[in-house]
Nanobody
Framework: QMLLKEFGGNSVQTGGSLRLSCEAS????????MGWFRQAPGKEREGVAA????????HYADSVKGRFTISQDSTRDTIFLQMDNLKPEDTGLYYC????????????????????WGQGTQVTVSS
């Protein structure tokens, strides 16, 4: 079983930056989509950014384009989310998720396909 663990959540002020990381362990997938999701209080969970272990195009929600950057260290099955120019609406519990590309061969930007989840890390942006 593949396990995911997020790090880096914190409280920052508007305009600040944070860098999240997610490490995979256990029976990791040989090739994967991994991504970041978030859930604000009272709202549904939404996809934020996604990447593929073999490169190609990354995917972003419109609300974070130009501010967030997803990157990876595929040798360590680790992904990162650099978040700049943070806004109060970015507040939420940020989850790392993954889906095996041996199982799913569609776009990594199809948020509904992810089936392995971390526990989440809290990001709070104050005005």
């Amino acid at each position: 079983q593949m396990l995911l663990k997020e790090f880096g959540g914190n409280s920052v002020q508007t305009g600040g930056s944070l860098r999240l990381s997610c490490e995979a362990s256990g029976s990791t997938f040989s090739k994967w989509c991994m991504g970041w999701f978030r859930q604000a209080p009272g709202k549904e969970r939404e996809g934020v950014a996604a990447t593929y272990s073999r490169g190609r195009k990354d995917h972003y929600a419109d609300s974070v384009k130009g501010r967030f950057t997803i990157s990876q260290d595929s040798t360590r099955d680790t992904i990162f989310l650099q978040m700049d120019n943070l806004k109060p609406e970015d507040t939420g519990l940020y989850y790392c998720a993954a889906v095996s590309r041996s199982f799913y061969t569609g776009s990594c930007g199809q948020w509904s396909q992810y089936n392995v989840w971390g526990q989440g890390t809290q990001v709070t942006v104050s005005s």
